[in-house]
């Protein structure tokens, strides 16, 4: 695979980790946008709805916690790019949380099916890419180079 131009030690790309870090960045730049979007109708028409979940602070927390897993979903993909191992794992809980809302959504009412199709078919490419992508090429350049300095025995005593 061709290199990304980078000079950290996953600078090489895999079609895994390109798919699953751009499935994670749109997912985040829609979080954010939807968090934008609940924000500009909240100040421009008002906050409507039932008295339960129509209160100011509310709508704030909405706002705040759609922000914030979007900027952790870009914070995800960048580090799916750069293939860091930490970034796994909080991208499949990602693509699994996706999946809860996109199944019910495709399945449901006729006027949110086409969201839970969009939803359900980016967060299973998501999954997919990563379990049919193998192993990372980014792990084997960090991964020490001889069986000697994996098992510490080049270490002085």
Partial sequence: MPSLGRDYPG?????ARVISSAVA??????LLGYAASIAVV???SGIAG??????PSGVVVEIVTFALLGAGLVVVAVGRWRGHGWATIP???AQ???LTVGVPLATGATEGRAAGYLITAVAVLGLVSLFLGGRDPAWEVTDASSPQERDGDHLER
């Fill in 96 to 98: 699994l949380l996706a």
């Fill in 42 to 44: 909240a100040v421009t």
């Fill in 25 to 30: 960045g749109a997912e985040g730049l829609g």
């Fill in 11 to 15: 600078a090489m790309a895999s079609a």
């Fill in 50 to 55: 039932p008295a339960e979940v129509s209160s």
């Fill in 91 to 93: 991208f499949v809980v």
